[in-house]
């Protein structure tokens, strides 16, 4: 009797060994898993590590699985920013638009994993019925947060977790810099972007409020609500009365390949005595990186070393 009852206890730490050893892997596989958490996937959702065929609408994941060295299956092809320009090769399948992805396409591929942004988040139910879907997306009021934990957990998903930890680093000491650099400035900065013959201004806490967030320039107008991801729509009059001395400027049509006027709108006789264009202050940003690629590893050191560059131009 106290054999068997031996045996039974021995058999019974076996078993629950070999639960703890699988724990992280899908059931019936030796495939391990990462677990997601994200604002669409609240009580988390299983992802195969290295998944295989990987579908992406976020441009700033791209960038970063690029910077990576990781290989995607497909992305829409609609607009691609130019220095990502190789994902325009036959070799990528081609899901759609950003705003209208084609479901049938995506099926077809059969993805491991499909990754989208705010454009696509309405989709969410759509996507996930063809394959685990993380949403990407930054978070204006916490950039940096969000920027890092996105890197982090493509990282966990593709075995980079080491570079990524030093991508972040790096990033850091760069932040770390350009914010004491723009502390010593002592000037104040507005954020517009052009659009057409439209112009709008972002303050903290908005689409491109990391200028002054993250960064560290000051604001030139601290009334600026957030929530727009457009921006306020702002006037000549606006310009001269807050009368910034940097412009930071984002020309949408040349992010999506339409003629490019932000020049013409923003430097002209209406504003010759704001202080940024009487000064020479005007930095025109890359569009391709702010407007479409925001929150890679890659655009985002672009980005630094822009608006360092803007705040030293004489």
């Known amino acids: 009797m106290k054999k ?11 078993a629950v060994l070999a639960a703890c050893g699988n724990q992280g892997k899908t059931a019936g596989t030796n495939e391990e898993t990462v677990t997601v958490k994200d604002m669409l996937n609240k009580d988390g959702v299983k992802i195969k590590k290295n998944p295989k065929k990987v579908v992406v609408f976020d441009m700033g994941s791209l960038d970063t699985l690029d910077k990576l060295g990781v290989n995607v299956t497909a992305l829409p092809k609609q607009v691609i920013p130019h220095y990502l320009s190789k994902y325009e090769s036959d070799k990528y399948e081609n899901v759609g638009g950003l705003k209208e992805p084609n479901f049938e396409k995506i099926a077809e591929i059969k993805p491991d994993l499909i990754i989208i942004q705010h454009r696509q988040a309405d989709a969410f139910d759509e996507f996930s019925k063809i ?11 916490n950039y940096i947060e969000s920027f890092k934990k996105n890197a982090e957990t493509l990282g966990k998903i593709f075995d980079k977790e080491d ?8 990033i850091d000491q760069k932040v770390a810099s350009l914010k004491k650099q723009a502390k ?32 560290g320039i000051t604001p030139a107008d601290q ?9 306020q729509s702002i006037s000549y009059e606006y310009m001269v009365k807050t009368n910034p001395d940097y412009l930071f400027v984002v020309d949408r049509g040349a992010a999506i ?10 430097e002209n006789d209406y504003v010759k005595s704001v202080k940024a264009v009487k000064n020479n202050h005007v930095v025109y940003l890359n569009s ?4 479409l690629a925001g929150g890679g ?12 560059k803007g705040i030293e131009q004489k």
């Open 4 to 14: 068997w009852i031996w045996m039974i206890t021995v058999l019974t730490a076996i």
């Open 131 to 141: 394959a685990p879907t993380i949403y990407m997306d930054v978070d204006n009021a």
């Open 163 to 170: 570079k990524v930890k030093k991508e972040l680093s790096a």
């Open 184 to 215: 010593e400035l002592k000037k104040n900065g507005l954020v517009i972007m052009a659009n057409d013959s439209k112009m709008t201004a972002f303050g903290p806490k908005s689409r491109y409020g990391l200028i002054h967030d993250v960064f």
């Open 223 to 231: 009334k600026l609500e957030p929530s727009d991801k457009h921006g």
């Open 257 to 266: 390949g339409e003629e490019t006027s932000a020049k013409q709108l923003v």
């Open 288 to 291: 391709d990186m702010w407007y």
């Open 297 to 308: 590893l890659e655009s985002l050191n672009a980005m630094i070393d822009e608006v360092k």
